[in-house]
């Protein structure tokens, strides 16, 4: 098998065990709308503050739903003894960051195509005809934040408080990931300005480009015995 039948095959293995299981898709989508409704909640009683805050809103619920879904990426293989035993197949280490990576950038892009209009419904949020550029922009912002999630994940796999310490370690170095996501969505639904949310656009596609070079670079020696 080739280096990416690898990468496709332990990819549809994790999408297909989530499928079966359920496990994270349950409780992320169910804290990502609880986030949702608390927020538009607390903020409904400020006339036309909602929309402003919307797209803080929709990273922030993608963000903390994100951590759930990265902290289950290597549970199975944990559990089951296997995640030694994939460590040990003759392929680039890489291919097994990248097979994971594509798991959790799909299913997190997945999550925030569904957030997506419920914060348009919720927070009034307007799209027009930018909408295809949100689709980009969660597409871009989802892969960058699934970059550092799926890195942290297998850095802390074999710590006893990995669930803790995931979030600790992943935030500080998301963060501009999540700050160019916010400005690139506030440009696209709210100010409607064209130039200023393809320059983020732009910044955004640099750091998931830099992101991923970094961590398939180096994935070797976090996943070293």
Same mark, same amino acid.
């Given at each position: 098998m080739t280096d990416f039948g690898f990468v496709m095959t332990l990819a549809r293995k994790d999408l297909m065990q989530e499928l079966r299981s359920k496990a994270a898709t349950v409780a992320t989508i169910f804290f990502a709308a609880i986030v949702l409704v608390i927020q538009a909640f607390a903020f409904s009683e400020r006339e036309g503050l909602l929309p402003i805050i919307a797209p803080g809103a929709l990273w922030v619920a993608l963000a903390f739903a994100g951590v759930i879904s990265a902290a289950q990426s290597?549970? +199975?293989e944990l559990e089951e003894g296997a995640f030694e035993q994939l460590l040990m197949y003759p392929i680039p280490r890489a291919t097994i960051f990248l097979g994971k990576l594509l798991a959790n950038w799909l299913y997190m892009s997945i999550l925030g195509f569904v957030l997506l209009p419920v914060t348009i419904l919720f927070f009034g949020m307007k799209v027009g005809a930018s909408w295809f550029l949100l689709l980009v922009t969660v597409l871009l912002g989802t892969l960058? /934040?699934?970059l550092i999630a799926t890195f942290y994940a297998a850095l802390t796999a074999n710590l006893r408080a990995r669930e803790s310490l995931?979030? #600790?370690l992943? /935030?500080? #170095?998301v963060v501009p990931i999540l700050l160019a996501s916010v400005r690139a969505t506030r440009e696209i639904a709210g100010a409607g300005n064209l130039a200023? +949310?393809?320059?983020?656009?732009?910044?955004l596609l640099a750091f998931d480009l830099v992101y991923v070079v970094v961590c398939t670079a180096i994935f070797h020696f976090v996943t070293e015995d």
């Open positions: 290597y549970q +199975s960058g /934040f699934a995931l979030p #600790v992943m /935030f500080p #170095v200023i +949310s393809l320059s983020w656009l732009q910044l």
